[in-house]
């Protein structure tokens, strides 16, 4: 009998700490980036798309950024494009600005339809980053505004916006191709968005005995990648959470996109990936 009581009790104090988060973030809006490996798995797409879903249920406003690097490097190669990045940027020549368009706009319509599948109002948008072109990369640019209008009206009539990172020079009438993460913490700004969470397929940000780290500052982060222990991959997800907390953002997440990893994330204690806070 005390099992069973204890049982009850654990399941009541769940159900009384998921409403509190759920009262706190109503009408908030969350900022999620989703690309990465991730975007070619199925079963993470699923997932991710349940988990905003739920999100989107207890009035959370939600914004959906995606990625495509993997697709695009791919298909690059097998056209013999020469595929190189400069501090996680792509170099985009003419030729490879074709396909970086062809595969983003692929990536959007594909998430936008499966949102739909699962009975998610989506919508897939573009062309509301307006950009100036960067130096020495070719056609990539840097965000100079967002046209946060459209994404905003959307919001009120309960759609999930997508949208394609793709950039636009109205000045030069050209098409430029932004880093997704870059855009994403604009978005964010832009938004007054509360959290910023960036999806991927690791469960979050591990120390050196590859245990995971709930919870980190801006200045371990710097800490951790001085000292080696963030590397390679995890440095650009960690330096867009920093930029977005940097914007204004009041904390960023590094979650797994599989299973319910988002949602015990956010309506739990202990979470589930690792979050960055300020200080």
């Known amino acids: 009998m005390q099992h069973v009581y204890s049982i009850k009790y654990v399941l009541t104090m769940e159900i009384s700490?998921?409403?509190?988060?759920?009262?706190?973030?109503?009408?908030?809006?969350?900022?999620?980036?989703?690309?990465?490996?991730?975007?070619?798995?199925?079963?993470?797409?699923?997932?991710?798309?349940?988990?905003?879903?739920?999100?989107?249920?207890?009035?959370?406003?939600?914004?959906?950024?995606?990625?495509?690097g993997p697709l695009i490097s791919n298909t690059m190669k097998a056209l013999n494009l020469k595929v190189n990045f400069y501090n996680g940027e792509r170099i985009t020549d003419e030729k490879s600005l074709y396909v970086v368009i062809g595969g983003l706009f692929a990536i959007n319509k594909d998430l936008a339809e499966k949102?739909?599948?699962?009975?998610?109002?989506?919508?897939?948008?573009?062309?509301?980053?307006?950009?100036?072109?960067?130096?020495?990369?070719?056609?990539?640019?840097?965000?100079?505004?967002?046209?946060?209008?459209?994404?905003?009206?959307?919001?009120?009539?309960?759609?999930l916006p997508v949208i394609n990172p793709l950039g636009i020079d109205i000045k030069n009438l050209i098409t430029l191709n932004i880093n997704a993460d870059f855009a994403a913490t604009e978005i964010a700004q832009k938004l007054n968005a509360k959290k910023f969470i960036v999806l991927t397929s690791a469960k979050g940000v591990l120390d050196r005995d590859k245990n995971l780290i709930r919870k980190l500052t801006l200045k371990q982060c710097d800490e951790m990648i001085a000292d080696g222990t963030i590397t390679e991959g995890m440095i650009p997800k960690i330096k867009s959470?920093?930029?977005?907390?940097?914007?204004?953002?009041?904390?960023?997440?590094?979650?797994?996109?599989?299973?319910?990893?988002?949602?015990?994330?956010?309506?739990?204690?202990?979470?589930?990936?690792?979050?960055?806070?300020?200080?």
């Open 241 to 279: 959470c920093k930029e977005a907390i940097q914007k204004g953002v009041e904390s960023a997440h590094i979650v797994c996109a599989y299973e319910e990893s988002l949602i015990n994330e956010i309506f739990t204690e202990t979470g589930s990936g690792t979050m960055i806070v300020k200080e």
């Open 17 to 68: 700490e998921s409403l509190n988060y759920v009262k706190k973030f109503k009408g908030e809006t969350f900022v999620v980036k989703f690309g990465g490996s991730t975007l070619n798995s199925e079963d993470a797409i699923i997932s991710v798309g349940k988990n905003l879903k739920y999100l989107m249920g207890v009035g959370i406003n939600v914004v959906l950024i995606h990625g495509g």
């Open 115 to 159: 949102m739909n599948r699962i009975d998610i109002k989506a919508i897939g948008i573009s062309g509301i980053i307006l950009a100036k072109k960067k130096e020495n990369l070719g056609f990539v640019g840097e965000v100079e505004d967002v046209e946060t209008g459209v994404i905003k009206c959307l919001l009120n009539e309960g759609f």
